[in-house]
């Protein structure tokens, strides 16, 4: 029987009031990721307090928690929704296999290259859904047959890479692409993107573990709460409807823009100024 708590499975950093707050944090990824994604605007922070260990394998551990959440949510989500599988589980597969590519440069490609770029993204993504209080009411596809799968496939390939590259906001991401590109309501994005969003951590995964980036006991940990948060935030999410998600998915984001434009001030304005 393996002993999560062995030092090689552990960061010997790793004390017994920091993995209260890391099991707290995420607990509550996970259920803001159900809902309408961005938990790892949460989860990643948390565990780059963890003394000694390194941005990737914060990254890895991340991913090896998350993937438990996003399974759990997805199948929550299809049990009680049942979204369109015609369309997420080909996305799905596409993100995966681009998200394996993204980690697989990620280390190449230094995060502060993107993180403007992301920031900017986000406040149009934001005043878009808040100057449209229509959007995303009730599903009115904008495309169909081969057109509207190869829209998917493109948006899973996109976001499939970001997610191995960097990560941040990609639920959010996959919902607003879903609902403003394909022509989702957010009840039905969000039940589609934890399809796609558990696939691009696999795909991640899939990338990490065999280069040895994942605390396995410290990851798992992380998974139990994140099933916990994913299966609550789901069932909530289901049960208030897209209203909820809406104004969820308008705080996650507005959270994310603060979380990455802090990172952009440090790393881009703040050197010049002293």
């Known amino acids: 029987m393996i002993d999560l708590f062995s030092a090689d499975l552990l ?44 941005p990737v394998q914060a990254l890895a ?16 989500y299809y049990r009680r929704v049942r979204p369109d599988l015609r369309t997420a589980l080909p996305m799905a597969g596409i993100a995966l296999v681009s998200s394996f590519v993204g980690a697989s440069v990620a280390a190449l490609l230094p995060a502060s290259l993107f993180r403007p770029v992301i920031v900017l993204a986000l406040v149009g993504i934001s005043a878009f ?6 959007l995303g009411e009730v599903t009115a596809l904008r495309h169909a047959g081969r057109r509207h799968h190869g829209i998917a496939a493109g948006l899973g390939a996109a976001i499939g890479l970001y997610d191995g590259i960097l990560g941040p906001g990609t639920g959010s991401f996959l919902v607003f692409a879903m609902v403003s ?3 989702y309501d957010f009840l039905a994005a969000s039940a589609k993107a934890k399809i796609v969003n558990c696939a691009t951590n696999l795909g991640a995964l899939l990338f990490f573990v065999p280069h040895g ?10 998974g139990a709460a994140n099933m916990i948060g ?19 998915f308008l705080v996650v984001v507005t959270a994310l823009i603060l979380r990455l434009g802090a990172d952009v001030w440090s790393e881009n304005v703040a050197p010049l100024l002293d």
Request: aromatic share 8%; charged share 10%.
């Open 61 to 76: 551990t991340n991913k090896l928690g998350s993937v438990f959440g996003t399974s759990t949510s997805a199948i929550t």
């Open 181 to 183: 590109l394909l022509g």
């Open 213 to 222: 980036s994942v605390f396995w006991g410290l990851g798992l940990l992380l």
């Open 129 to 134: 859904t808040l100057f449209r209080p229509a």
């Open 11 to 54: 960061p010997e950093g790793l004390t017994t009031a920091t993995l209260v707050l890391l099991l707290l944090a995420a607990l509550t990824a996970g259920f803001v990721d159900a809902v309408v994604g961005g938990g790892g605007l949460i989860q990643l922070p948390a565990l780059l307090l963890v003394p000694g260990m390194s």
């Open 230 to 248: 994913g299966y609550l935030g789901a069932r909530t999410a289901t049960s208030r409807g897209t209203r909820f998600i809406r104004i969820a």
